[in-house]
């Protein structure tokens, strides 16, 4: 007996007896439909199998430790992606939202194509019965389920949707699921995604990275054109948000390189820009770290024109404190220390104008001589701090950790890297006065390492990276 023939004799025994909510049709054929629609996809049995036994342990009495012993570690983990936290002592009704934000957690952390391929199998079938329902009952659907709110329905499969949108929209499964999804709340997404659309393939190996942010990497790909490439944790809609964003930041008189296209790359996208013969900042340091004071000057006039530019419209961009709240967070410094940092924020001066979010040399270009920004994402408004402490940790504030990071990520040595961000410091506050300079690199140290800290939670610490932290956390402590 092969692997999914196994699956579907034991699913049918813990499923005995059990039926479908609104249909009353027996439970096991749901995920035998899950099990087909992933037949359509991809040809690889654990993923398929996974289909057959993801309501395992979230609807039986079966355990991810028994499924483990029979199938085999990764069909486990598989079904886990799909496997909500129960709160026995809690109303389901009262923990839906909660029980589903966590699961997307998983969805959203999780490198496996086979749980994102599981989830859009998942939640086709889920919408398929929902669309059919519907379209039978109306409104009074939602008086069947534990959650009542259409809205919040619509939230959690249009997230499902946005999270998987980079590698499985090419699926047909992914374009019948934002069909039906458009079927029970029209406008939810773009009709051109329900069909074929084909995309210019590139590709990039052999190409010269110029660029690399936590977002993307930026590659030359020949003398005019530049591609920049984004990572698995960007959906399609994030690039074609940041596409929308360049065209309005660039209305406002920001020299902003507009993306003239999207490309598949790989299995994800990237956005092309013409961009004759020009180099990034970080480049030209490194070929002439002589004319460090002259470059430090172009991105010190850029940022203030960033920073005194006030938008009209500022529902495109979002607060900039949310990031700095976002640090704090993170860093988990403790609470007597986080609210001293937040009362040190709170005391800075207000402001209305743009702050870029991610500014730093690799996502600025020198083309005929003026400088044009590709990276706008993190666009925001608020206090010119987010910018200033990002330059703080990308040329200085990184040495703490390993100096050899600056190097990788801008370049050029550390010694280049802090002479440049000081005369930028310079250069931005238009002074040489030694006090003044002085305050601004300590509170620009101050939120860098702040999220420096952040960073490195992100994953265990060893225990040199335990008295990094514990080093960072002194000197927060002072500063504050």
């Keep these: ?48 199998a996974a289909g057959v036994l993801h309501d395992i342990v979230e609807d039986t009495d079966g355990t991810l430790k028994e499924i483990e012993k029979r199938f085999g570690k990764r069909v486990a983990e598989l079904v886990d992606s799909e496997s909500e936290k129960e709160y026995e002592s809690e109303d389901r009704a009262a923990t839906w939202r909660r029980r589903k934000e966590e699961s997307l957690e998983k969805l959203k ?17 889920n919408m398929r019965s929902l669309a059919g329902s519907y379209g ?5 659907v939602w008086d069947y389920l534990h959650q009542k709110d259409p809205e919040i329905h619509k939230w959690y499969y249009k997230t499902i949707a946005e999270c998987i949108e980079m ?18 709340w029209p406008g939810t997404f773009d009709t051109s995604k329900t069909k074929y659309k084909e995309y210019r393939e590139i590709d990039v190996s052999g190409c010269k990275r110029i660029g690399k942010g936590a977002k993307a990497e930026v590659y030359r790909y020949d003398e005019e054109l530049i591609v920049k490439v ?10 074609e948000r940041e596409i929308a964003l360049a065209r309005n930041i660039f209305v406002l008189g920001l020299p902003t390189a507009i993306s003239f296209g999207i490309v598949s790359v790989g299995k994800g996208y990237g956005s092309m820009f013409e961009l004759i013969d020009a180099k990034t900042i970080s480049e030209l340091i490194a070929k002439n770290p002589e004319h ?11 940022a203030l024109q960033i920073h005194n530019t006030c938008p009209t419209d500022d529902k495109l961009f979002p607060k900039a404190s949310t990031y700095i709240d976002s640090w704090i967070k993170r860093a988990r410094l403790g609470e007597e220390l986080e609210q001293r940092l937040k009362e040190i924020m709170a005391a800075r001066p207000a402001s209305e104008c743009l702050v870029h979010g991610d500014l730093h040399t690799g996502n600025v270009f020198l083309a005929n001589n003026e400088p044009l920004f590709i990276d706008v994402d993190r666009m925001a408004v608020g206090d010119p701090i987010i910018d200033l402490s990002s330059m703080y940790l990308f040329y200085v504030g990184y040495a703490e950790l390993d100096p050899k990071i600056i190097e990788d990520f801008m370049g050029i040595s550390c010694e280049t890297a802090a002479d440049f961000y000081h005369s930028f410091l310079r250069q931005y506050l238009k002074t040489d006065d030694e006090a003044e300079l002085e305050e601004a690199e300590r509170s620009s140290a101050l939120w860098a390492f702040v999220r420096l800290i952040g960073q490195m939670k992100k994953k265990p610490l060893s225990p040199k990276d335990e008295q990094v932290v514990k080093s960072l956390i002194d000197k927060i402590s002072e500063m504050a």
């Design 1 to 48: 007996m092969n692997l999914l023939e196994e699956a579907i004799i034991y699913s049918t025994i813990m499923h005995q007896g059990k039926v479908r909510k609104i249909t009353g049709s027996p439970y096991i054929l749901h995920p035998l439909e899950v099990a087909q629609i992933l037949s359509g996809m991809t040809d690889d049995m654990e993923i398929i």
């Design 109 to 125: 952390t999780s490198t496996d194509i086979g749980v994102k391929m599981l989830w859009l199998a998942d939640k086709l079938a």
């Design 136 to 140: 039978e009952l109306g409104d009074k």
């Design 167 to 184: 590698e499985l929209n090419k699926t047909g499964a992914y374009k019948e699921y934002i069909d039906r999804i458009n079927y029970i």
């Design 230 to 239: 984004y990572n698995e944790k960007n959906t399609y809609k994030d690039v």
């Design 292 to 302: 460090t004071d002259y470059y430090a000057g172009v991105m010190a006039e850029l």
